[in-house]
Structures are given as C-alpha cells and as structure tokens.
C-alpha cells in the first residue's frame, strides 16, 4: 500500500462547479497534511495546511480531514478555468518527519 | 531572503560528470529536503535535514547521490557520475520546524547528454 493514494485524474469539472479531490494515507501516526497546487513546468505551492479534524476553510478552498478514515480531501468552489493544475497531497511521517506526497491528481476546468 | 532559492535553473550536462545543485532555504528555517521529480511523475523524497541531526538519506537512490548542509543554512546536494536516468527537476524545500507548511524553491532542472 502507498504511503498517500490519489487518483491521477485527470478530473474535469466546468467552470463555476465545486471540484473535490480525495487523498488516503496509511500511516495512522500523521498528524500534518497539505495540499499544493503544481502548474505545468512548475514548483509545488502550498494552498493549505490542516492539522486537526474537521474542516478548515480558505477562500475558495476547503480542506477536510478524518484521521479515523485517513482521508484527507481538498474541495474547490467556483472551480475557475485557472485553477486548472495538478493537486498534491502531502504528509508528515508519524514516525519520522519526512514529508511525502501523494502523485498528484490533474484538475481541469472546462470554460 | 524571501523565499528558496535554488540554483542554477537549469544544467546540461555530459553523461559521467559530476554536478552540484545549491538550495538556499528561507532564512531561519531549520528544516530542509530534497526531491526529485521525473517528468510526469510525482515527488520523490531524496534527502531531509533538520537542524543539528542526523540526515534522513533514506531517500537517495544510490551512493552516487550525496548532500550536505553546511552551518544549518544553505545544501548542496551532489550527484556523482551522473547518468541519463538523473535527468529530472530537483526540488529543494525549508519549513520553520518539523511538521509544519513547507515551501519550495523554483527547482534545478538536471538533464544528462
């Protein structure tokens, strides 16, 4: 079993519509998550953190996470043709500090 | 200084020479990792350092790969008799401390002739 499991998509959505992107993972111990957004030919930027149960929301971006489920999911409303890139999941290692990351899923809205 | 920065942006190189690749974290961040991502791939981990400890190199994919960290700040991270497989996008990125947001440099995009 992977460490973080995300469907590689790509997930196609039309403009204006909610987008939700789904992350497992396997080690019970984490206790950090991040999605980073990665356009074509770039680096990875951060768009959320999200430490504890729950949702936690961030203008467009809502994050959820269930640590009894280890799911962690990333929803975007009002999905703009702009946001348009592929999605990672990323954790810290319970037992270790490594940071690791899912392999993405590609998001495309449609205009 | 602002951000990461990683140099140089881009290297072209001859199949079997060495290369250095410099990340510069974010000033006062203790927390430093290396990545390596093929094109279309996902980030593969290399290489984590965090202040004064042991690095974790559990992710350097044979002995021709080797980093260091000098005085707590910038890394370099060295691949030796380098082969076409290396071409890549390596990524360096700083967090504060462990377990919180990191964030990356532009990357340095490796590619082996």
């Known amino acids: 079993q992977k460490e973080v499991e995300q469907n590689s998509g790509p997930l196609s959505v039309p403009e204006g519509a909610i987008a939700s992107l789904n992350c497992t993972y396997s080690d019970r111990g984490s206790q950090s998550f991040f999605w980073y957004r990665q356009y074509s030919g770039k680096s990875p930027e951060l768009i959320m953190s999200i430490y504890s149960n729950g949702d936690k929301e961030d203008g467009r971006f809502t994050a959820q996470l269930n640590k009894a489920s280890q799911y962690v999911s990333l929803l975007i409303r009002d999905s703009q043709p702009s946001d348009s890139a592929t999605y990672l999941c990323a954790l810290y290692g319970g037992a270790t500090n490594k940071l690791i990351f899912g392999t993405g899923t590609l998001l495309a809205v449609q205009p | 200084g602002a951000g990461v920065s990683q140099s140089p942006s881009n290297k072209v190189t001859e199949k079997g020479k060495d290369v250095e690749l410099r990340c510069d974290p974010i000033?006062?961040?203790?927390?430093l990792y290396w990545y390596r991502q093929s094109l279309g791939q996902g980030l593969e981990f290399l290489i984590y350092?965090?202040?004064?400890?042991?690095?974790?190199k559990s992710g350097l994919p044979s002995d021709r790969f080797s980093a260091e960290r000098t005085g707590g700040s910038v890394s370099t991270l060295t691949i030796q008799r380098t082969q076409q497989e290396d071409s890549a996008v390596y990524l360096c990125?700083?967090?504060?401390?462990?377990?919180?947001?990191?964030?990356f440099g532009q990357g340095t995009r490796l590619t082996v002739v």
């Open positions: 000033s006062g961040h203790t927390a």
């Open positions: 990125a700083s967090s504060l401390v462990e377990q919180v947001e990191a964030f």
């Open positions: 350092f965090q202040g004064n400890s042991a690095p974790d």
